[in-house]
């Protein structure tokens, strides 16, 4: 586990590693770019799941009972490195890092996928305590559906992670969303984002009682750019659980 520079959460938990791309907002993945930095230290204690490729998909068994040892309540990014959901993946797998998040019902565990087909499939399998929020990655609006996929799971919070924003989404469904993340991309080559598209998705947010988070605007230089919008920002939270 390790502390996360997200905004959204506290840390990060990664009891699977490895994945494919599936969208185009999988082209510049951050896990990727780090995965293949860690691989060189594949027999360095620590860092032993990077060894193999990073499309070499696995469960991550000595990391799965991670959350259970910690007591103090933390909110987690589940699979920074991968996704959960992944078609390579066994569905017990899966249902083994459900079992740990239920038990350890003292923190808050964000499960954030863009394999909505199987969310919806295999989601009707899974039991899904309160602390488990689920969320889908939409990037444009050719994977709208990925929203009506994680409606029909049993979570309790739903959230969307609209980054990297590539195009408007002025059409959004948000019936059953408690919560969206908002942000441009990063990198060496981002893929531009227009404050109109960020205002007008807040906008809906308002409309629909949402909470709406906006993370960064991205580009060559995040931190410059900084993520004032409207000449604020929007730091809200689905429920009261404000990373500290
Ligand atoms: S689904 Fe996520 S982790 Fe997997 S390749 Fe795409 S961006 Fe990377």
Not at 53 to 79: A, C, E, I, Q
Not at 99 to 107: E, G, I, L
């Amino acid at each position: 586990m390790a502390e996360s520079s997200i905004e959204w959460t506290q840390q990060t938990w990664n009891p699977t590693v490895g994945c494919t791309k599936i969208s185009q907002g999988c082209k510049f993945c951050y896990a990727e770019i780090m995965h293949k930095r860690l691989q060189g230290m594949g027999k360095v204690t620590g860092f032993e799941k990077y060894k193999a490729d990073f499309k070499t998909v696995l469960p991550y068994r000595d990391h799965l009972d991670l959350p259970l040892k910690r007591k103090t309540p933390t909110t987690y990014f589940v699979n920074s490195m991968s996704d959960l959901f992944h078609e390579d993946l066994p569905l017990a797998y899966i249902v083994d890092v459900f079992r740990v998040m239920t038990f350890a019902r003292w923190h808050t565990f964000q499960v954030l996928t863009k394999r909505a087909d199987r969310l919806k499939t295999d989601g009707q399998l899974l039991f899904w305590p309160d602390n488990v929020w689920m969320g889908v990655s939409v990037e444009s609006d050719k994977h709208l559906d990925r929203i009506d996929a994680l409606r029909t799971t049993g979570a309790k919070i739903k959230f969307l992670s609209l980054e990297p924003l590539l195009g408007p989404l002025p059409n959004l469904n948000l019936a059953g969303i408690d919560w969206v993340i908002v942000g441009g991309e990063s990198g060496l080559k981002p893929r531009p984002i227009r404050p109109e598209w960020v205002d007008d998705i807040r906008q809906q947010c308002e409309a629909a009682g949402v909470a709406f988070f906006f993370k960064q605007w991205g580009g060559t230089n995040k931190k410059a750019a900084g993520r004032l919008l409207n000449g604020r920002t929007y730091d809200e939270m689905p429920v009261n659980t404000v990373p500290a």
